[in-house]
């Protein structure tokens, strides 16, 4: 039976502003694809970067070959090429980035996603081998789909060697969390695998479109769509149910350290019902990301512990100059970190998570 398939989420019609691309991201990085970083920009850190984009040149050609995929329609970032993100790495300081691979389209069966993911497996594969140490991957998942998910956890993780698998916040508004993703989520702690997500435009939107017009849905939706599912873990306690998995919330966990607080309070509101001691467990046990930039670190690290807080940059959908110019800056001069927990953050925090990515 043909199953349509969407990148982690992502709906045919909003392909104009798939995974993070959204119009002002494409707007803002019109201009050189990676324009070089003053000396003064680097920082002292040899950084892992746990959430960089990749879109497949491979996928892509396949993609618009099979009429899936308008190629002028796709954001222009993700037509940038390993040599433009070895030019930025050097720039801020990056020795290794971990890739999130995207594949927006709708599929017209199981079997073509399936090689969809193939393709990018190998090519995410032949750019880390053509880079020694400079990149390791994740493995797509479209939960959605759970028999080509289950393949990709035996192909990606079993085989290949992925650093971890990369799923959305939301499938069809089906949040994660919910028991309709327990089997895949049992297999992914079978192997202790590191669960990366991402949020993507809300259920029921208006497709390709801002929720809000004029606020780009990157702006305050993502943010909305990790905490959903965040909280939706939280609720359904799982952590606990599956103790072996490491999930990364993306962008600082979007609004759940803000809310913390407020769901200790009234998570007895919630079904099922949320105790104050599980939302104070699994903020402790979640991993975040610096993407963003995100805000000031104070109010995380109420919650946070500093060894659970990983460096990502979001490029290539966050510019290069937003990332050396606005993001560095303010994590370096953030007074929340110390010297120390800030190479924790850079380097070390990633390097505990993933050991493997101390051979990448």
């Given amino acids: ?30 201009g050189p ?48 090429g390993t040599e433009d993100a070895i030019r930025f790495m050097d720039g801020a300081g990056i020795t ?37 140490g400079r990149f390791a991957f994740y493995v797509p998942l479209f939960l959605d789909d759970p028999e080509a998910s289950s393949w990709a956890v035996r192909r990606g993780l079993g085989q290949l060697g992925a650093a971890g698998v990369n799923v959305t916040a939301n499938y069809g ?23 990366d997500t991402h949020p993507h435009n809300l259920p029921d939107g208006p497709p390709g479109a801002p929720t809000v ?21 939280i609720s359904r306690r799982t952590l606990d149910r599956f103790p072996d998995i490491s999930v990364v919330l993306p962008h600082a966990g979007g609004f759940l350290p803000y809310i913390a607080t407020r769901l200790e309070a009234l998570g007895r509101f919630c079904e099922p019902r949320v105790e104050p001691a599980a939302v104070r467990d699994h903020l402790s046990r979640f991993y975040y990301d610096t993407a963003g930039p995100m805000a000031p670190a104070a109010t995380l690290l109420e919650h946070v512990p500093a060894d659970h807080v990983l460096f990502g940059t979001d490029w290539p959908a966050a510019p290069a100059d937003t990332v050396t110019e606005l993001a560095l800056p303010a994590l370096e001069s953030d007074p929340a970190f110390t010297p120390e927990q800030l190479q924790g953050i850079y380097h070390d925090n990633a ?9 990448a």
């Fill in 213 to 233: 017009p004029g606020i780009p849905n990157f702006m305050c939706d993502f943010l909305l769509d990790t905490t959903r599912a965040a909280v939706n873990m």
């Fill in 173 to 195: 508004g089906v949040y994660l969390g919910d028991p309709a993703y327990d089997r895949l989520f049992h297999e992914l702690n079978e192997h202790g695998a590191v669960v």
């Fill in 33 to 80: 694809a990676v324009p070089v970083v003053p000396d003064a920009a680097r920082t002292r850190h040899a950084k892992i970067d746990v959430h960089h984009h990749y879109c497949a040149p491979e996928w892509r050609e396949w993609a618009v070959h099979h009429g899936l995929v308008d190629a002028e329609r796709l954001p222009p970032w993700t037509r940038l």
């Fill in 1 to 30: 039976m043909s199953t349509p398939v969407r990148l982690l989420g992502t709906p045919a019609e909003g392909l104009r502003v798939a995974a993070v691309g959204t119009s002002e991201v494409i707007r803002v990085s019109r």
């Fill in 96 to 132: 290794t980035a971990v890739l999130k691979p995207m594949l927006p389209a709708r599929y017209r069966s199981s079997a073509q996603l399936r090689e969809a993911i193939n393709i990018t497996l190998r090519s995410m594969m032949e750019t880390a081998a053509s880079h020694p």
């Fill in 351 to 359: 390097l505990r998570l993933i050991p493997q990515l101390a051979t």
